[in-house]
């Protein structure tokens, strides 16, 4: 939230806040997915660009962080309540600044020369009483050293300061030696957290929309020439938040199987496609018959839309007879799929 990094996301800064009653850190902007939301996706926070020059030399920002207890559910269940006839039930509509029960938090960036950022963060209470609120400015690096084995990682650590000023020492194999100066000597707490995928990606996680197969069919391609590029040594998480890695071809394969798997029988012998249309589901004299529809449910796979799309989403045939015949060796060899040069030799 209000964040910063080097133009490659190696090194991040950004703000999170707490106030004492939600069940979780504020780290990040809150919204509804794109079937949570009766309009489709939608941030539920009040957050402001104020200023910014046009070479980022200064920017300013405010959030507007409610004193009660920020009402995820609330958000999530009236709005999944309405039809898209309906107004959108917003933040404001919670009740949850009445009495103007919130918090104004602005963080300032200003550049005194290209290798020296000065911060500052200022919150006011807008409440008629005193409230408590915890500020916690974050420092981390993007973990890029798990995407390739024996890739060397960077460090934070404690520095000796001043009378003033706790720091931070932050080395990074490219970026070199980085520090951060925290005025009025603030605790300092480090960490070795990974992301929490349970709570980021768990349950209804379709913040993108439905599935589209040439959307899909064009990340495979890229896939496969970076898998070209690459080769086995550069390997990811996959699926998300298993602990297993997989090299880009895998990964190429991985979400080939998942849009034939929305076409195919699965155990209980039901395609994903026809979600609950027991007629297509059960009927002998229906259940071979397969739809190409326009697109697909992001969580169940369920067809949507028009149901003849033969003219993009048919290419799930294409992406079926390639991967049943195509071997990672002979693909690294002559940079070809099928008839189809992916690179020159």
Same mark, same amino acid.
């Given at each position: 939230?209000?964040?910063?990094?080097?133009?490659?996301?190696?090194?991040?800064?950004?703000?999170?806040?707490?106030?004492?009653?939600?069940?979780?850190?504020?780290?990040?902007?809150?919204?509804?997915?794109?079937?949570?939301?009766?309009?489709?996706?939608?941030?539920?926070?009040?957050?402001?660009?104020?200023?910014?020059?046009?070479?980022?030399?200064?920017?300013?920002?405010?959030?507007?962080?409610?004193?009660?207890?920020?009402?995820?559910?609330?958000?999530?269940?009236?709005?999944?309540?309405?039809?898209?006839?309906?107004?959108?039930?917003?933040?404001?509509?919670?009740?949850?600044?009445?009495?103007?029960?919130?918090?104004?938090?602005?963080?300032?960036?200003?550049?005194?020369?290209?290798?020296?950022? &000065?911060?500052?963060?200022?919150?006011?209470? /807008? %409440? =008629?009483?005193?409230?408590? !609120?915890?500020? #916690?400015?974050?420092?981390?690096?993007?973990?890029?050293?798990?995407?390739?084995?024996?890739?060397?990682?960077?460090?934070?650590?404690?520095?000796?300061?001043?009378?003033?000023?706790?720091?931070?020492?932050?080395?990074?194999?490219?970026?070199?030696?980085?520090?951060?100066?925290?005025?009025?000597?603030?605790?300092?707490?480090?960490?070795?957290?990974?992301?929490?995928?349970?709570? &980021?990606?768990?349950?209804?996680?379709?913040? /993108? %929309? =439905?599935?589209?197969?040439? !959307?899909?069919? #064009?990340?495979?391609?890229?896939?496969?020439?970076?898998?070209?590029?690459?080769?086995?040594?550069?390997?990811?998480?996959?699926?998300?938040?298993?602990?297993?890695?997989?090299?880009?071809?895998?990964?190429?394969?991985?979400?080939?199987?998942?849009?034939?798997?929305?076409?195919?029988?699965?155990?209980?012998?039901?395609?994903?496609?026809?979600?609950?249309?027991?007629?297509?589901?059960?009927?002998?004299?229906?259940?071979?018959?397969?739809?190409?529809?326009?697109?697909?449910?992001?969580?169940?796979?369920?067809?949507?839309?028009?149901?003849?799309?033969?003219?993009?989403?048919?290419?799930?045939?294409?992406?079926?007879?390639?991967?049943?015949?195509?071997?990672?060796?002979?693909?690294?060899?002559?940079?070809?799929?099928?008839?189809?040069?992916?690179?020159?030799?």
């Amino acid at each position: 939230m209000a964040g910063i990094c080097d133009d490659k996301q190696r090194l991040c800064f950004a703000l999170a806040l707490w106030n004492g009653r939600d069940p979780i850190i504020k780290e990040r902007l809150f919204g509804l997915t794109n079937a949570e939301g009766n309009h489709g996706e939608d941030v539920k926070e009040y957050y402001f660009y104020l200023d910014n020059t046009p070479s980022h030399a200064y920017m300013k920002c405010l959030n507007k962080y409610p004193q009660k207890t920020f009402p995820y559910a609330d958000l999530v269940d009236t709005n999944g309540s309405r039809n898209r006839h309906e107004m959108e039930y917003e933040l404001l509509d919670t009740g949850v600044f009445d009495e103007d029960r919130y918090f104004d938090v602005f963080v300032e960036y200003a550049l005194a020369d290209p290798e020296d950022i &000065l911060i500052r963060i200022t919150v006011a209470n /807008r %409440g =008629p009483e005193p409230a408590h !609120v915890h500020v #916690l400015p974050h420092l981390w690096f993007r973990n890029t050293w798990s995407w390739l084995e024996g890739a060397p990682r960077p460090e934070l650590k404690r520095m000796p300061g001043s009378s003033d000023f706790q720091v931070i020492a932050a080395g990074h194999p490219q970026l070199g030696d980085r520090f951060l100066a925290c005025e009025n000597k603030p605790a300092l707490v480090f960490t070795e957290n990974e992301t929490n995928h349970e709570r &980021l990606f768990g349950g209804n996680s379709n913040w /993108r %929309g =439905p599935i589209w197969l040439p !959307v899909n069919t #064009l990340i495979i391609r890229a896939l496969l020439g970076y898998y070209l590029y690459y080769g086995d040594r550069f390997r990811i998480e996959c699926p998300t938040g298993s602990g297993h890695t997989m090299n880009l071809f895998e990964v190429a394969r991985e979400i080939a199987n998942r849009l034939s798997r929305i076409f195919l029988r699965d155990e209980q012998g039901r395609r994903p496609l026809y979600g609950g249309t027991e007629k297509f589901q059960n009927d002998p004299h229906w259940r071979d018959y397969i739809l190409f529809h326009e697109y697909f449910h992001g969580d169940n796979g369920a067809g949507l839309g028009a149901s003849h799309q033969t003219g993009w989403t048919g290419i799930i045939a294409k992406t079926l007879q390639m991967f049943a015949s195509l071997d990672p060796r002979e693909l690294l060899e002559t940079g070809r799929v099928g008839p189809v040069l992916m690179r020159s030799r």
